[in-house]
């Protein structure tokens, strides 16, 4: 059964230090992972979808890594701004269906 | 404007009542998905329909019946509507597994 955990749960971090958010996974049978954000009383939004064959993928200040082996992925944020501010969560979408399974998020607060 | 839109955004109704979630996507993705959020910003799978078929049925009480029309329209309807079913609901939609997907942005149920 795949799980999915995200550490840490909370962060809070001044404005314009770079970041790392971890997002572990238990089965690495996956076809790739997917790095939302979530802004408070809204939907999700996707950020960075990296497949199973790639390492990494890159979007803008926001880099995302995974290690297939070590069921991990991080996901970057330089230089952080006050409005990236919102919960991250990390989903993967297993082989043997359509099912993903999400982390419980980690919540970042950029203080300004 | 490409996207998943969801009606109503806000559900407000007495235990007791049936009530219907609608989405559609004008995407031309495959398959669509209905996830639960809890109280505690949990997101879990309800069903997914490919092509119309349903995929996916995630131990979810039988009050709970989607309805697909067509590919491009999954909608949920609850019978009897229980306290607990109090959530925020998200649909979302993808070209095929592992593609990415593409999320609503979530129907807040109220149930009182």
């Known amino acids: 059964k795949q799980e999915v955990t995200q550490i840490p749960a909370a962060l809070s971090v001044p404005e314009g230090e770079n970041l790392v958010l971890n997002c572990s996974f238990t089965?690495?049978?996956?076809?790739?992972l997917q790095w939302f954000r979530q802004d408070p009383g809204k939907g999700l939004t996707s950020l960075l979808l990296i497949q199973s064959s790639q390492r990494e993928q890159t979007s803008g200040r926001l880099n995302a890594s995974l290690d297939k082996s070590s069921g991990r992925s991080t996901l970057y944020i330089a230089a952080s701004q006050p409005g990236d501010s919102a919960t991250y969560l990390c989903?993967?979408?297993?082989?043997?269906?359509?099912?993903?399974?999400f982390g419980k998020g980690t919540r970042l607060h950029i203080l300004p | 404007d490409t996207a998943v839109s969801q009606t109503p955004k806000y559900l407000v109704t007495q235990m007791g009542n049936d009530k219907s979630i609608k989405c559609e996507q004008n995407l031309g993705h495959d398959t669509m998905y209905w996830y639960k959020q809890d109280s505690k910003k949990f997101l879990k799978i309800m069903f997914s329909?490919?092509?119309?078929?349903?995929?996916i049925n995630e131990t979810v009480p039988n009050r709970f019946s989607p309805k697909s029309p067509d590919k491009a329209h999954l909608n949920l309807h609850i019978n009897s509507l229980e306290l607990g079913d109090s959530a925020v609901y998200f649909c979302?939609?993808?070209?095929?597994?592992?593609?990415?997907?593409?999320f609503g942005s979530g129907t807040r149920l109220t149930v009182v």
């Open positions: 979302a939609s993808s070209a095929w597994t592992g593609a990415g997907y593409t």
């Open positions: 089965d690495s049978a996956i076809y790739n």
């Open positions: 329909y490919n092509n119309k078929e349903l995929i």
């Open positions: 989903a993967v979408p297993m082989n043997r269906d359509d099912k993903i399974i």
